[in-house]
């Protein structure tokens, strides 16, 4: 596989930016539904800041010095190679999280998280974090539940890399992508792809051009817009809806147990 363009480093220079604990400009899933109580300590902790295409927010074997909300964009967590090969394990986006290791105490990121899709987020030094998590127990709760799910997509995709077609894989992969950025266009290149499914370029070639011989996508260089979703899911191998019942399955719980809270 080709060489990868230079990474971004998530460094910690950026402008702080307003960070609004009334749950105003927050897209993140996990800041969205945390008591007020914990909003506010973690408003004092966290900086606005834009991430980039290629922006680096943890390098494998390194530590870790800022753990990230994502507020948009796509985020990839890839195992690196001694040869410098990759492949995605998971993604996320405005659901989640990155940084995980340091909430169960470890100082060090075991794979690369970069942004594959632009977006924004607020970022919080490792040492804010571990003050936060003393008083903030929903918070814990909400970090460790998404690290379960990160888990099972990281299972459920190594199966599906061994076992399915490139072109049911792809479809998979662009419907998480699509789930968590919105709209119709996917943002990529078939590079990208390649390291991402583990491939070679030539085979997401001929896997995209299956997928729009049936009509369901587009392909220009660069993006993918998808012009038939319910046709896409048809494509895409199991994989996509046993991690989406799941995902779906956790959101309906936290939503309830919210709900709950405040008629109490």
């Known amino acids: 596989m080709p ?43 966290l900086t606005a800041v834009d991430l980039p295409m290629r922006t680096l927010l943890n390098e494998m074997g390194q530590p870790i010095k800022h753990a990230f909300f994502l507020n948009g964009g796509l985020a990839s967590i890839l195992n690196v190679m001694n040869d410098g090969k990759s492949v995605e394990v998971g993604l996320t986006g405005r659901e989640g999280f990155v940084g995980l290791p340091l909430v169960v105490g470890f100082a060090t990121s075991p794979t690369r998280v ?18 936060a998590l003393r008083s903030c127990p929903t918070l814990e709760k909400m970090l460790n539940r998404f690290a379960q799910e990160l888990g099972i997509q ?41 390291h991402m499914l583990g ?19 587009t392909y220009k260089r660069g993006a993918v817009t998808v012009k038939n979703r319910r046709g896409l899911e048809s494509a895409a191998c199991e994989c996509y809806g046993i991690l989406t019942r799941q995902a779906n ?3 309906n719980e936290i939503r309830s147990k919210n709900i709950s809270a405040v008629r109490q």
Do not use: Y
């Open 3 to 45: 060489k990868q363009p230079a990474l971004l480093r998530a460094g910690g220079n950026d402008k702080p930016k307003p960070v609004h604990t009334n749950g105003q400009g927050v897209k993140n899933a996990i800041l969205s539904n945390l008591p007020r109580s914990e909003r506010e300590t973690l408003a004092a902790l």
């Open 114 to 131: 970069l942004m594959q899709v632009a977006g924004s987020g607020f970022r919080i030094s490792a040492e804010d974090l571990k003050a």
């Open 154 to 194: 990281a299972t459920q995709v190594a199966a599906c890399n061994r076992l399915h077609e490139v072109d049911a894989r792809l479809a998979r992969w662009l419907l998480m992508s699509q789930d968590r950025i919105g709209g119709d266009i996917v943002p990529l290149t078939q590079e990208f792809l390649a």
């Open 199 to 217: 491939t070679r370029r030539a085979s997401v070639t001929v896997a995209a051009s299956i997928l729009q011989k049936r009509g369901v996508i």
């Open 249 to 251: 399955a956790w959101e």
